[in-house]
Nanobody, 116 residues
Framework: QLQASGGGLVQSGESLRLSCLASGSALDLYTIRWFRQAPGKGREGVACISFDYHTEYADSVKGRFTISRDNKKNTISLQMNSLKPEDTAVYYC????????????WGQGTQVTVSS
């Protein structure tokens, strides 16, 4: 089970840190992704971190967002800096086991709203 938190209302240029806490399974062999979905739009991949700490980012967030993982705390974080109104969306964390792809879990989503 994944529990996402940290969303909120901020002004353009400010920062937020999202967290995704896992319970019931250790995350060390999972690839973790953050997705977001803005009103009226499809779900978009934002950032990804593999079990061996390789990271990837959508072009729209490169240089502003940083994904990290703390396997001891079973937590994945998304540090979001220099937020823009177009970052407004519901953010979801997703965990997929590296070797057993059927082990696929979603968090409940956390709302991020950036005002101009």
């Amino acid at each position: 089970q994944l529990q996402a938190s940290g969303g909120g209302l901020v002004q353009s240029g400010e920062s937020l840190r999202l967290s995704c806490l896992a319970s019931g399974s250790a995350l060390d062999l999972y690839t973790i992704r953050w997705f977001r979905q803005a009103p009226g739009k499809g779900r978009e991949g934002v950032a990804c971190i593999s079990f061996d700490y390789h990271t990837e980012y959508a072009d729209s967030v490169k240089g502003r967002f940083t994904i990290s993982r703390d396997n001891k705390k079973n937590t994945i974080s998304l540090q979001m800096n220099s937020l823009k109104p177009e970052d407004t969306a519901v953010y979801y964390c997703n965990a997929v086991h590296t070797f057993y792809g059927d082990l696929n879990y979603w968090g409940q989503g956390t709302q991020v709203t950036v005002s101009s």
